[in-house]
C-alpha cells in the first residue's frame, strides 16, 4: 500500500497490485461528503429520521467513511449504530499517516479516528455520545444479518473491474434483505451493469451527480419512492 496525496489536499491509498485507489483521485474527502454524507446519511435523515440510524459499510478501510459519519452524528445530536465489514485492516503504521484529522481539523476528530482504528472487533464500541461502532474481520459475502436491520448501505468496494466479486447480482439481493423498508444504498460507481444489477436485486435506482471530477454516482432505493 502506498499513501498519495488527492487534490482537495487528504490522502488516500493505493494498492500497488490492483492498481487502485481507496478513493477518487480528485480528493478523498470530497468525495466521501460528497456520496456518503451528503447522499446517502443527510438524504436518509431528510426522508425518515430514525433513532438511532443504523448503517452499514463495505470496507472500514482508512476509516473516512466511518469518521465523517461520526462528525456528522454529533454536528446534529442523531444517534447512529454503524457497522462495518473489512476483511483486510489498513495496518496501524499507514493509519497513522493519513491526515484527515489534519485536513477536517475540528477538535476531538484525531481522537475518534484513532479510536475507530484501536477499538476491538466484532464489539459495539462508543466512539462518543451519538456514535456507535461495530467492525467485523470479514467479507461481505461472510456477513449475515437479520432482515430489515440497516437503514443505510455505504456500498464502498474498490471498483467492479478490480473486484468483480462483490458487485454480483446475488450480493446486492443480501444487502437489500438486511435493509429496512424505506432504506437506501449509495455508491460512488455509476456503471451501467452495477445499476441494471442493483435494479434486478429489488432497488429503485437513481443516478445523481457525482462529487467534484466524476460525472455519476448511483443510489439504490428499497421501499420508498424518489
Ligand atoms: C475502495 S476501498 C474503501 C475503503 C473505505 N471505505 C475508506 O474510505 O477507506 C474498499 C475496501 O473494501 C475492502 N474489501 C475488499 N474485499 C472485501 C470484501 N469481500 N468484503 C468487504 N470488504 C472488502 C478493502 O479491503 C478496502 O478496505
Known sequence: MKLLLTNDGSHTLKVEELNETYHSRHGAIQESRHVFIKNGFRFMLGKNPRKPVRIFELGLGTGLNALLTAIESRKLSVPVEYTCV???PVPEAIIGQLNFSEIINLPTVKDHFMQIHSVSWDQMNRIHPFFRF?????????FNTSAGYFHLAYYDAFAPNKQPEVWQRDVFQKVYRFLSNESALVTYCAQGQVKRDLKAA????????????KKEMTRGLKGQSS
Do not use: A, D, W
Open 202 to 213: 429489488g432497488f429503485i435506482v437513481q443516478s445523481l451527480q457525482g462529487p467534484p471530477g
Open 134 to 142: 461495530r467492525k467485523i474481520e470479514t467479507t461481505i459475502e461472510k
Open 86 to 88: 473489512e476483511p483486510y
